[in-house]
């Protein structure tokens, strides 16, 4: 769902600073406030419990791509891919849950993505194969439970265009694309880490939704 743009592919420019990449850096913690939002609403309607973990992954995707785009340290790779796959499975097993009608089990989404971690760590691109294997099914198994509950099309079809237009600006934004320009305060992969979380934030009502399916 959120594997469409690749970070070592981007625009921006890398400083000698202590941030690598300014833009994509603070854009970042869009995660980590968006987070935050998904939180303090669902104290509204008395739903933390049910969405913390989710707030809680997103947050880490947030601080995984600020630690990669900011001091990029060796280990920056392992740091953004783990909580965007964790978070990518998370969804998908949320799925399954309330299309099976059954309660979703931490091990669903953690096992996986457990199991990915030497993939991640050794050989980078399978692991950024395996990250879009996992976002393909995260975004089919919730186009299938918004088309099984109506009342989660709304916020589902939000959240997919916006994504789309993220992730468009930024590949268009990519080295070598139409939209990049390298000293630009705007940056296409800024961009999508603004509207990737904004998605992730208007989803995250339907995060444990239990329902009933509608057939035929």
Do not use: Y
């Amino acid at each position: 769902m959120m594997g469409g743009v690749l970070a070592d592919q981007q625009c921006e420019r890398a400083t000698d600073g202590p941030w690598t990449e300014p833009v994509a850096a603070s854009t970042s913690l869009a995660f980590v406030v968006c987070a935050l939002v998904i939180v303090l609403l669902a104290r509204r309607t008395g739903s933390v419990g049910r969405v913390l973990p989710f707030a809680m992954l997103v947050a880490g995707v947030g601080i995984g791509s600020f630690v990669e785009h900011g001091p990029d340290p060796v280990w920056s790779d392992v740091a953004h891919d783990l909580p965007l796959l964790a978070t990518l499975a998370f969804l998908g097993a949320d799925a399954v849950a309330d299309l099976s009608g059954r309660s979703r089990s931490w091990w669903w989404w953690a096992v996986p993505t457990i199991a990915l971690v030497p993939l991640v760590v050794l050989a980078p691109r399978p692991g950024d194969l395996a990250q879009g294997v996992v976002a393909v099914a995260a975004v089919l198994l919730t186009v299938e439970r918004a088309r099984a509950f109506p009342e989660l099309r709304p916020r589902t079809a939000w959240a997919l265009g916006l994504l789309v237009v993220g992730a468009t600006a930024g590949t268009m934004a990519r080295e070598g694309w139409p939209l990049c320009d390298p000293s630009s305060p705007w940056q296409g992969h800024g961009l999508w880490h603004l509207l990737a979380a904004v998605a992730l934030l208007v989803l995250a009502p339907t995060v444990g939704h239990v329902g009933r399916a509608v057939t035929g």
